[in-house]
Structure formats: structure tokens, C-alpha cells
Nanobody
Framework: QVQLVESGGGLVQAGDSLRLSCAAS????????MGWFRQAAGKEREFVAS????????YYGASVKGRFTISRDNAKNTVYLQMNSLKPEDTAVYYC????????????????WGQGTQVTVSS
């Protein structure tokens, strides 16, 4: 059963922090790298971060490196995105994604997508 459900989005002010969560089914989580992407209105979907199945390696897009942190809890089938020092340009719909099984974390090719959660950062 394929399931990826994001949560934690909302409206925040510039400089605030937010943590997104993505709960996955065991089928969609086990042995897969996980990633976060975002899509702002009128723009293409952008890679944000990814993490290997073991959690030992993480990768970040240039625009979020140093501010965002991806992590995962394999016991809970959940991946997180901690977002600090948020900027108005971080406003977007954030999508969780699961790679094909046994693929590396980068470059990240998604096999499954969540429905997305809106993050809005006001100035």
C-alpha cells in the first residue's frame, strides 16, 4: 500500500521555524531514500533535501543548505524536514517523496509522492 502523508505546514513569519513530517506506509518507506521537494506558484518543482535509507547521508539544495535539516525515524516510518530561518522565498507547497528501493539519496528520483503541504512565510 502506497502512502505518504505530509503534515506541519502553515503560515509563519520570516525568521521563524517549522517542522514538516511525512508519515509513510511500511511499503513506501522500507529500503528507500526519502526526499523533500517544493513548488512555488508559477515555478517548477525544486529539490530541497534527501536522506538515505540508513539516514547516514543527507543532501540539500543550495537555497536551503545550512537552514534546513532532513532526518528520518525508521521505527516510525516518518521523515522530517526541520526548517529554520525561514524566508518569504521559501513559500511553496512542500512534497514528500520516496525513491525506488535501494537507490541512493542523490540524485534523487522519486517513485512515490505525497499530496503536499503548504508553507507560507510572510515578510
Amino acid at each position: 500500500q502506497v502512502q505518504l502523508v505530509e503534515s506541519g505546514g502553515g503560515l509563519v513569519q520570516a525568521g521563524d521555524s517549522l517542522r514538516l513530517s511525512c508519515a509513510a506506509s511500511e511499503f513506501t518507506f522500507n529500503n528507500r531514500a526519502m526526499g523533500w521537494f517544493r513548488q512555488a506558484a508559477g515555478k517548477e518543482r525544486e529539490f530541497v533535501a534527501s536522506i538515505t535509507w540508513s539516514g547516514g547521508l543527507t543532501y540539500y539544495g543550495a537555497s536551503v543548505k545550512g537552514r534546513f535539516t532532513i532526518s528520518r525515524d525508521n521505527a516510525k516510518n516518518t521523515v522530517y524536514l526541520q526548517m529554520n530561518s525561514l524566508k518569504p522565498e521559501d513559500t511553496a507547497v512542500y512534497y514528500c517523496a520516496a525513491s525506488r528501493r535501494y537507490m541512493s539519496g542523490f540524485p534523487f528520483t522519486a517513485e512515490y509522492w505525497g499530496q503536499g503541504t503548504q508553507v507560507t512565510v510572510s515578510s
